[in-house]
């Protein structure tokens, strides 16, 4: 049969269930990802109220204890691997070939199964809640010994974990394949755009760390069913050591959170002060710093396990070296803006905000990396409040930011502003009311993952609750906005923030205005 270069150039359209579960087109993948994260979202959000709602005031109120602490642990499995990752690894497949001019992704039919492997995953994560036993009891690190007694869903969260960790290194080599060969002629290394560049980088990060979670979990695995003893002190482990393997991990993992939302930012903030972003080169190396320092910070998150105090001077001083590759990334975003003529439509209010929240949750992290200020701070409230402060101060925002600052290319149509505006502020308000007063219960001394808690815990929990309430409430509007867009309304220019050229969204920063063939209209 004789192909003709249209034939070639032109799959197949498959529609309705089979469009999406063959499909090998990148926007379709990244679409799915996007929906995948969003409902995940909503699945971990909704537990998220139940938690607030059970800690609205002391006592026991709608569960019981042990499904409490299950619960937790599922809504943080659900929250990180369910909508986080999938949220930037969506924007990955729908940016990156657009960004470096190339026509998919360099491997699409391990893009469709990267993504497939996804929904079974969180089917038996959410799943291990409801069968005998229940789910891992002791939090997303699911340290043993805890999760060496659990029931059978400690093993569903296992081999979810498994598959959500295939599916993000086979998404990482795709996106690292895709990078490294298909840029378009010219675009060297330094001139990817940073959201590019974040990528790249995080997906390293992913493709080092993921497996050493995949040992850990496998080693507990045997430990639970064929007889070992690597965590198991009753046999001559030791649990210690999983918490070192599980946080070699779990440290970088951090940072594969919040790199891409760096990218984001480092997009929006241009475009709408009109300038170039400041300082790209620097950019790029505080990145790769960031990524860097990240493996050798590790036991930053077991200071109280009782280490030589070697070991924790090295922790505290390498964690507080992070503050400085950050410093530069923040001083260069603040730079950007210096000068430039800004306008606040919602993704660069999403992007300010994101700047701003996720700096309270770095210095909360310096006050945790302090050793003697540690000991008194863990396993309290304090953390949660922390690490909220980055994971939906930092992560979150910038996933909503970057929807809204994209969402005109990928649809041809303006979302309500409006709504926009009411989105933002309202998950703003909604989130420091949530989690501000977490810094206050922690400090004063309220342990993280109970279901009741002593009566002088009592005001700052409400308020705490009430702000979920209200934080939870107010992603609707982001649902209706976006269905909204999708179905029509006004239609998208070629430039819709006014900001450069129609390569807006694309190039590494907005080009100077002397090199406009047509100025930009700034309002
Ligand atoms: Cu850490």
Redesign the pocket.
């Known amino acids: 049969m004789t192909a003709t270069t249209a034939d070639q150039h032109h799959d197949h359209h498959p529609t309705g269930i089979t469009r999406w579960l063959f499909t090998t087109n990148h926007k379709d993948i990244g679409t799915l990802y996007l929906w995948f994260s969003f409902t995940m979202f909503i699945i971990g959000g909704l537990m998220a109220m139940i938690i607030r709602s059970e800690l609205f005031e002391p006592g026991l109120q709608f569960v019981d204890p042990l499904f409490f602490n299950q619960m937790t642990t599922v809504h943080a499995l659900v929250m990180i691997f369910g909508a986080a990752m999938p949220a930037f690894v969506g924007l990955a497949n729908w940016q990156i070939p657009l960004m470096i001019g190339a026509p998919d992704m360099a491997l699409p039919r391990l893009n469709n199964w990267s993504f497939w492997l996804l929904p079974p995953a969180a089917t038996l994560l959410i799943a291990s809640l409801f069968v005998p036993g229940g789910a891992p009891a002791g939090g997303w690190t699911i340290y043993p010994p805890l999760s060496i007694q659990g029931g059978m869903g400690v093993d569903f969260g296992i081999l979810a974990l498994h598959m959500m960790g295939i599916s993000s290194i086979m998404g990482s080599i795709n996106i690292i394949a895709t990078i490294m060969n298909m840029r378009a002629p010219g675009m060297i290394l330094m001139k990817l755009p940073m959201f590019v560049w974040t990528w790249l980088i995080t997906a390293f990060l992913l493709v080092t760390c993921i497996p050493v979670l995949a040992g850990a979990i496998t080693m507990l695995l045997t430990d639970r069913h064929f007889g070992t003893h690597f965590f198991d002190s009753s046999g001559g482990g030791d649990p210690v050591m999983f918490q070192h393997i599980f946080w070699f991990f779990g ?1 970088p993992e ?1 940072y594969i959170l919040i790199l891409p939302a760096f990218g984001v930012v480092s997009q929006i903030i241009p475009t709408f002060s009109r300038k170039p972003l400041f300082g790209y080169t620097s950019m790029v190396f505080a990145t790769a710093t960031i990524a860097f320092l990240s493996f050798i ?2 036991a ?2 077991m200071f109280t396990v009782g280490m030589p105090l070697t070991g924790e001077l090295f922790f505290m001083y390498s964690t507080m070296l992070i503050a400085i590759p950050t410093s530069v990334k923040i001083f260069n975003w603040v730079s950007t803006m210096w000068r430039g003529s800004l306008t606040f439509e919602t993704p660069m209010l999403y992007a300010i905000g994101m700047v701003f929240l996720f700096t309270i949750g770095g210095f909360s992290g310096l006050m945790l990396a302090i050793v003697p200020a540690d000991f008194q701070y863990h396993d309290t409230y304090f953390v949660v409040a922390h690490f909220h402060y980055v994971i939906f101060g930092g992560t979150i925002l910038g996933a909503l930011g970057a929807v809204y600052f994209w969402l005109p290319k990928w649809t041809g149509h303006m979302y309500n502003e409006t709504l926009g505006k009411w989105h933002f502020w309202l998950t703003v308000i909604g989130m420091n009311v949530t989690f501000f007063p977490q810094h206050f219960l922690g400090l004063a001394g309220m342990p993280r993952r109970i279901p009741d808690y002593a009566l002088q815990f009592a005001e700052f929990n409400m308020v705490s609750s009430l702000g979920a309430f209200l934080l939870g409430l107010s992603q609707i509007i982001f649902l209706i906005n976006v269905l909204k867009t999708i179905k029509g309304g006004e239609k998208a220019s070629d430039r819709v923030w006014e900001g450069s050229t129609g390569l807006e969204w694309t190039v590494p920063s907005p080009a100077p205005y002397h090199t406009f063939a047509t100025p930009p209209v700034v309002k």
């Open positions: 440290h951090v910070v590790w930053h998150h």
